[in-house]
């Protein structure tokens, strides 16, 4: 699959990531929040949850945080929190969607706006980027330590259910339906692949490259996203040089 490769966007901004473990345990907290609350609380029930638990054991987040935020969901705690999506173009008229989770629209809200503001691009309105966007399940295989040719992983990934797959020099990057996301992992781990990303997310139909005259406002933009609480996710449709990162 040629085109848009979102591991290539993160990979220059993984180890920032990492290092915040509170950020993500709190992150975390809130995907599980909103899983439980939108199915079954029992993970054995719901697809959604259960991949967000993988990705809360995969970062090593203590089992009584988990069954916290799921508690939440249930009633426990008292704590109410909103999915709220934005749109907007960053430096350069890049699109970008910024997924948020959060217990205060107006602290969030003025946080996000603040943030295009400050690195020069400019929050829209509904609708006016996600468009550009498509839903769809994402899988990361790390080809480090792999045995496997890209015709070989190919055919196991459509065989197990898969759309598409993108080869990186790091990782296959394996595409399916969001609905087949859940069956096509579970058939790839069935084959003894180990994943390092399993999710449903939103990648663009088409990136634009960012400008070089932008490029520090452009990461500075989506590192002040990501770093803020509420944040759960940002879907980018720019497209950074590898001289430039």
């Known amino acids: 699959m040629s085109g848009h490769s979102k591991w290539h966007n993160i990979q220059g901004r993984k180890n920032a990531q990492d290092a915040k473990r509170g950020k993500i345990f709190q992150k975390i907290s ?16 719901n697809p959604q949850l259960r991949l967000v638990m993988d990705k809360a054991r995969a970062a090593n987040m203590p089992k009584d945080n988990v069954q916290r935020a799921i508690d939440k969901a249930t009633g426990a705690g008292g704590a109410k929190f909103d999915e709220i ?8 008229g890049i699109a970008v969607m910024v997924s948020a989770l959060t217990d205060n629209k107006n602290r969030t809200a003025a946080a996000v706006r603040s943030a295009f503001t ?73 084959k003894g692949y180990e994943l390092d990303t399993a999710e449903v997310t939103m990648l663009p139909e088409n990136t634009t490259a960012v400008p070089a005259d932008k490029v520090s406002q452009y990461q500075h933009l989506i590192d002040e996203l990501e770093s803020n609480d509420d944040v759960a996710d940002v879907y980018e449709a720019g497209e950074v040089a590898d001289n430039e990162e």
């Open 30 to 45: 809130r995907d599980l929040y909103q899983a439980a609350k939108a199915g079954d609380p029992d993970p054995a029930n």
């Open 85 to 92: 999506t934005y749109e907007g173009y960053g430096p350069g």
């Open 118 to 190: 400050h690195s020069g691009g400019a929050l829209g309105a509904t609708g006016s980027v996600s468009y550009m966007f498509n839903r769809r399940g994402y899988i990361v295989i790390l080809r480090d330590g792999l045995d496997t040719d890209e015709d070989t992983m190919l055919m196991d990934a459509l065989d197990a259910g898969a759309e598409d797959m993108n080869a990186e020099d790091e990782v296959f990057e394996i595409y399916t339906t969001p609905s087949d996301l859940v069956s096509v992992r579970d058939a790839l781990q069935e």
